[in-house]
């Protein structure tokens, strides 16, 4: 009988560079509640955001991913050609076909196998676990991974529990191989009978002379289970690295809600002095871009440094979830 042969892979990965995009327009609180029914006062008590960045109205989920890239690239001193497989985490592409993955590698200059992946908030964290797997299982010797969201196109601007929390953005990063474990076992999972709580609406809103559907929130319900289970997979990731949360140098939650972040705080019981990201408050929500965005907003302010050993974790639509310890990458521009 004959035999099949096995590529081998990398013993062990790690981030190699991370770049991200923050749109250049901000959106404030009050210009939020010229059309929402709120106001300052109310929107940060409640999700601790004072503004977030919109993209332009010609600015696609594929530029934003691409400006992203293309830092990640740069800051791990790679070139595109190498990249042999591209993974974008988005919700927003807004098109079933073509799918957004291609398309981006396309503009990179890159054929590579390019594909997406939808798991809502926690689609990063999702793609970076494959990322890992295809690069020690020899598929790729080094993946691409994308999270982007243009958020503000399916957003309902007089809806009280999405109009003030979503926002738009990109982060990205090039898995490859390292002499050391730099991206953990991943602690992930799901909860489809609560699949309603965050989801597409078929009432739509006008656009041109299009109509389409927008994304509807329980909050409440968000709040009641996220800061409670993913203190769980927290804990789970981190035992699974071979560590204690004491060993941590950063923690790097997905910024769906400062209240949300403060609960799993405590619920996870983390050691005093240990960095908590807290983007949200000048980026507002974005979805499967916000773990990359919030490593950004750490290292730039100096509350984490590439090297620093970090627990990421994120969740949402589906329910789905997903956590891992890394050691952070050096960062495009800092």
Known sequence: MSKISQRPGAAATAMLGLGIYRPERVVTNAEICEVLDSSDEWIQSRTGIQRRRFAREDETVIDMGVAAAEDALKAAGITADQIGA???ASTTQGQHTPHAAPMLADRLGSRAASFDVSAGCAGFCHALSVASDLVRGGSAEYALVVGVEKVSDFLDPTDRSTAMIFADGAGAVVVGPADEPGIGPVAWGS???QSQVIRQEPRCRQVEHDQQP??????QAVFRWAPFKM??????AVASAGLELADLDAFVPHQANMRITDTLVRNLKLP???PVARDIADTGNTS???VPLAIERMVRDGEAKPGDTALLIAFGAGLSYAGQVVTLPPVAGL
């Open 214 to 219: 927008v994304i509807a929130m329980e909050g």
């Open 272 to 274: 005093e002095g240990i």
């Open 288 to 290: 499967a871009a916000s």
């Open 191 to 193: 909860d489809g009978s």
């Open 86 to 88: 591209v993974i974008v």
């Open 231 to 236: 203190a769980d997979v927290a804990r789970e």
